[in-house]
């Protein structure tokens, strides 16, 4: 049987595992391990989330906003929705 070709992430996913990673604090190489990103790619989504309102960065802890943990629950609505599909 023929390997099947890796399924690209799309921009939602990565967002909402970003987010669901700093949900509690975490640090950037923590959230860039764990969304399985490199380190460019992590400061590229960390730099456009901060700028939203979605994270905040202190002292090194990245954390979910409010704002964050919306749009998290909104990924998470979407993905049980498409899974009746």
Not at 27 to 54: C, P, V, W
Not at 61 to 76: F, S, Y
Request: glycine letters at 6%; hydrophobic letters at 35%.
């Amino acid at each position: 049987m023929a390997e099947r070709p890796h399924k690209r992430r799309v921009l939602h996913d990565i967002v909402g595992e970003i987010l669901q990673n700093a949900k509690d604090g975490a640090r950037k190489t923590h959230i860039m391990y764990s969304s399985n990103l490199s380190f460019s790619q992590t400061e590229r989504y960390l730099d456009a989330l901060k700028k939203a309102g979605f994270i905040t960065e202190n002292s090194g802890i990245w954390k979910t906003t409010q704002k964050g943990l919306h749009v998290v629950e909104a990924c998470e609505v979407c993905k049980r929705l498409l899974e009746t599909v």
